[in-house]
Nanobody, 125 residues
């Protein structure tokens, strides 16, 4: 059982940056693909970014336009989402997730094995 804990959310002005972290409880974390999703109350979950086990393959949501970057440090059981040029529309609860299936972690996020509880990102205009 892998437990995921997000951190790094908060309030930032438009145009600013934040780095989210997701710490995994188990060494087996390095065997999973990992990703970030976001969701606002009353809205559907949206794929943000994913990175594969080795860290050599990444995928991003179409809306990002190169503003975010995902990375992982398997030695620390932690992965990151570096967010830049933040917009008010980026305000959401951001969730990290882990799974062995690339097509799910890099897509809809349906049925993923492990989820964090989320961290709130607020962007002021």
């Amino acid at each position: 059982q892998v437990r995921l804990v997000e951190s790094g959310g908060g309030l930032v002005q438009a145009g600013g940056s934040l780095r989210l972290s997701c710490a995994a409880s188990e060494r087996s974390f390095k065997m999973y693909h990992v990703g970030w999703f976001r969701q606002a109350p009353g809205k559907e979950r949206e794929f943000v970014a994913a990175i594969n086990v080795q860290g050599g393959l990444t995928k991003y949501g179409d809306f990002l336009e190169g503003r975010f970057s995902i990375s992982r440090d398997n030695a620390k059981n932690t992965y990151y989402l570096q967010m830049s040029s933040l917009k008010p529309a980026d305000k959401d609860v951001y969730y990290c997730a882990a799974d062995g299936r690339w097509w799910e972690i890099a897509g809809t996020g349906n049925g993923l094995n492990y989820w964090g509880k989320g961290t709130l990102v607020t962007v002021s205009s």
